[in-house]
């Protein structure tokens, strides 16, 4: 199952949103404050929370799933006081937030709170119609944050979970994901393809002990993830999470700007191993602030029928933007269609600033 559209009303910087979603790949980006990054992270805070609800110990009920979706967004948004309703889009008065989330076989499940509520939410639809188990149902979320946490595993875990520190849940989350055994017996050949694009770009592979990660180089030994490159870091994240089938068929994968941290050389075969793993099975959301990575999947977008791969991908471009004062949304399939796209037209300025340099005094 794989996540189709979100629908958002007065949720944080949004009067009103309305986005479709690829199967497969989308590629999200947009200027600095409009609302990428709280689009993915509310997508994965309401997966995530239904997936603790129903894969908890004890029954799923109705209740228990309110307190899951209502403590992940208050661990993933950190608003003051924990009180969600400062998640409402801030206006005089009373306010109320929709957000309507669709799945692939047409069933929707809606969330509501009003700016006043600390801890309550109005849950409808798909969620709660039979309670279904997560694990055969809904889509597994992973999500990967900008800076990389493999490194600080070992003792992440504990501190986050007995005392109060500045970072949202989302490091805590793949923290405990990084620290699942292996499974028993052989990766899939689509794992293997994946791991193999991955293992390319480090020119190695990943080893876990107690509870440490080393990088093990071809021709160098290992190395403490410490002594790592932190672009290096996050690639090795990746590859263990397929290792232990927490990226596997059904997931989707929520990459908050890859690039970080990332030499342009490696921008490519990120992207390559990225879209192994879509032909996996896995939904992709990716945002991003760069040209090489805009592009990169663009080309493969473009020419997808000449690299000879069996299984076509849908790609999904979207540009948030601001417009009279209120976030919008443009989508396409393929990047020059974006009217909107501050990326190229960062780019372009530069360009025209050099020629201006060069031969603006002739």
Not at 74 to 98: T, Y
Request: hydrophobic share 35%.
């Amino acid at each position: 199952m794989t996540i189709n559209r979100v629908k958002l009303d007065n949720f944080m910087i949004f009067d009103h949103l309305d986005i479709e979603f690829s199967p497969n790949i989308n590629i999200v980006s947009g200027e600095n404050n409009t609302g990428k990054t709280a689009v993915i992270k509310l997508i994965y805070s309401l997966l995530k929370g239904y997936s603790e609800a129903c894969l908890s110990k004890g029954d799923v009920t109705k209740e228990k799933i309110e307190s899951k979706l209502v403590s992940k967004l208050q661990g993933v948004f950190r608003p003051d006081k924990d009180a969600v309703g400062r998640l409402v889009n801030r206006r005089q008065g009373s306010n109320h937030a929709d957000i309507v989330l669709w799945f692939d076989d047409y069933s929707k499940t809606k969330i509501a709170f009003g700016n006043r509520q600390e801890k309550h939410l109005e849950i409808e639809g798909a969620f709660f119609d039979g309670l279904k188990s997560f694990e055969s149902e809904y889509p597994q979320p992973v999500y990967i944050p900008p800076k990389e946490i493999i490194s600080a595993t070992e003792n992440f875990e504990s501190l986050y979970a007995d005392y109060h520190i500045a970072f949202e849940e989302t490091y805590y989350d793949l923290t405990r994901l990084l620290g699942r055994p292996l499974r028993k017996g052989p990766n899939t050949a689509e794992q293997k393809q994946v791991l193999k694009s991955f293992e390319q770009i480090v020119n190695g592979s990943i080893i876990q002990r107690d509870r440490k990660f080393y990088l093990k180089v071809k021709g160098a030994g290992e190395f403490e993830m410490g002594l790592v490159s932190e672009g290096y870091r996050k690639i090795v994240t990746i590859m263990y999470l397929i290792l232990s089938g927490s990226l596997s068929k059904n997931a989707v994968l929520f990459w908050d700007e890859p690039e970080t941290n990332m030499n342009p050389k490696m921008i490519r075969p990120l992207v390559d191993a990225i879209i192994e793993l879509a032909r996996m099975g896995v939904q992709v959301f990716v945002t991003t602030h760069d040209y090489f990575v805009q592009q990169c999947f663009n080309m493969a977008a473009l020419y997808a029928e000449d690299n000879g791969k069996q299984k076509s991908l849908n790609y999904n471009f979207l540009s948030l933007y601001k417009s009279e004062n209120e976030i919008r949304c443009e989508q396409a399939s393929n990047l020059s269609d974006l009217k909107h796209n501050p990326v190229m037209e960062e780019f372009d300025l530069l360009y025209d600033r050099e020629q201006e340099m060069m031969y603006g005094s002739r």
